[in-house]
C-alpha cells in the first residue's frame, strides 16, 4: 500500500497534504539553544516552547534551506504525521530560485525521514493546480507565501517564465510593526502586527470597519500598554510592500512574447499562497495590471493540494525518483485523463 502525500516547505508553516487523510500544518520552525545550537523542539511544540529560552528558527527563509540537520528534522517532523506506513510516495515544493546542490539535499533529507519516493514540483504550478487548473492552461500564477512570492507563466502547459521574488505576506506585516513604531512609539511582535493586518488591512476600498485592541511597549520606559485600531487607522500602512510586489508581477507580464499575451490574458492570474489573504489585493492586482485575477477559496493551502492532487494523477511507476518533474506535468496530466477516457 503507497501512502501519496504532498509536501509543501513554506517559510511560515511546513504543511502535509493527503486526499484522503486532508491537511496537516505545522510551523516549519525549530527551537535552538542559542549556546549549543542543540535542536530543542520542532513545530508546534517549539512555538509554544519559545518563552522558555532558546532561539526560534526558521530553515526555509526566502524558500531556501537554513542548514541540513534543521531542515532534515523539520521535515522528519512532519513526515512522521502519516508514518508508520508501507511506503510513501511524495511530492514537494520547488521555489524556482533553489539550486541543484540544494535540491538533492532536499531529496535525500526526504529518504532519511521514511520517504521511499519523491519528486519536486515547483510551487507556483502546484498552487495553480491545487487551484483547479490543468497544467496544460495558458496562465500566469502567482503565489504569495509568507517570506516569497512564486511566480510562474505558462503558455498551453510550456513554461514561459519562473521566478522567485523576495516580497511576501511577512514584509506587509512589518508594513504594520513599523506604523505603530512610527505613530505611537510602540513595539509590537510580528505576531501581534500579523493579527492586525489579518484583522484589519485592506488594500481595496470595501472592508467592513472594524477595531481591535492590541498590546505593545512603549520604546523609551518599556511599559506595557493597550492600544485600540480601527480599520480606517492601517489605510495606506501597505503601500510600500504593496507597490514592490506589483512591481515584480508587473515586470513579470512585460516579458510576455506578444504572441502568447492573448492565450495567457484569457485566464490571466491565478493568485494563490497565505500572503494573498489580505483584503482587496486580487482586486488591487487586477485594477493596476489591467489583467484578469482569480482566487481559490483557500489560497493558502494551494500548493499542498496541488502537490497531493500531482502525486494521485502521476503513473503508478515512474521511470525515476528525486527529480524535478515540473515540465512533464502537463503531458502526464494528459495521459492521465485520456487513460480515464478509455
Not at 493546480?129 to 516569497?148: E, F, Q, T, W
Not at 484589519?200 to 467592513?208: E, H, I
Not at 482569480?294 to 502525486?311: Q, Y
Request: with cysteine; hydrophobic share 40%; glycine share 10%.
Amino acid at each position: 500500500m503507497i501512502t501519496k502525500i504532498g509536501l509543501d516547505l513554506g517559510y511560515a508553516n511546513i504543511t502535509l497534504s493527503d486526499v484522503a487523510a486532508g491537511i496537516y500544518r505545522e510551523p516549519s520552525v525549530a527551537l535552538m539553544d542559542k549556546n549549543t545550537s542543540r535542536i530543542l523542539s520542532l513545530g508546534t511544540e517549539a512555538t509554544e516552547k519559545a518563552s522558555e529560552g532558546g532561539v526560534l528558527v526558521r530553515p526555509f527563509k526566502n524558500g531556501l534551506l537554513y542548514s541540513k540537520d534543521m531542515t532534515g528534522a523539520v521535515i522528519g517532523n512532519a513526515v512522521s504525521a502519516v508514518l508508520p506506513a508501507e511506503k510513501i510516495r511524495a511530492v514537494i515544493g520547488l521555489p524556482s530560485s533553489i539550486l541543484p546542490k540544494q535540491e538533492k539535499e532536499l531529496y535525500d533529507m526526504m529518504v532519511e525521514s521514511g520517504v521511499a519516493q519523491c519528486y519536486g514540483v515547483r510551487r507556483a504550478m502546484a498552487a495553480l493546480i491545487g487551484a483547479g487548473y490543468s497544467p496544460s492552461l495558458s496562465v500566469i500564477s502567482v503565489n504569495v507565501g509568507a517570506g516569497a512570492t512564486e511566480i510562474l507563466v505558462l503558455h498551453k502547459g510550456n513554461i514561459l517564465h519562473e521566478s522567485t521574488a523576495a516580497i511576501g505576506g511577512e514584509d506587509f506585516d512589518r508594513a504594520v510593526k513599523d506604523y505603530i513604531s512610527e505613530q505611537g512609539d510602540v513595539t509590537v511582535s510580528l505576531s501581534v502586527a500579523r493579527a492586525i493586518k489579518e484583522r484589519l488591512g485592506a488594500v481595496w476600498q470595501g472592508k467592513p470597519s472594524e477595531s481591535i485592541d492590541i498590546e505593545g511597549t512603549l520604546s523609551l520606559t518599556g511599559n506595557r500598554v493597550t492600544m485600540n485600531l480601527t480599520t480606517e487607522d492601517v489605510v495606506g500602512v501597505f503601500d510600500k510592500p504593496l507597490s514592490r510586489l506589483l512591481l515584480e508581477i508587473a515586470d513579470v507580464v512585460k516579458k510576455i512574447p506578444l504572441d502568447f499575451v492573448e492565450d495567457i490574458f484569457e485566464n490571466g492570474i491565478v493568485l494563490s499562497g497565505g500572503g494573498a489573504l489580505i483584503f482587496g489585493l486580487d482586486r488591487m492586482i487586477e485594477r493596476v495590471l489591467e489583467v484578469r485575477v482569480t482566487m481559490p477559496n483557500d489560497p493558502m493551502d494551494s500548493v499542498a493540494k496541488g502537490l497531493s492532487r500531482i502525486n494521485n494523477f502521476l503513473p503508478a511507476r515512474m521511470r525515476s525518483a528525486n527529480k524535478d518533474i515540473t515540465s512533464q506535468l502537463a503531458k502526464l496530466y494528459e495521459n492521465r485523463k485520456a487513460e480515464k477516457n478509455t
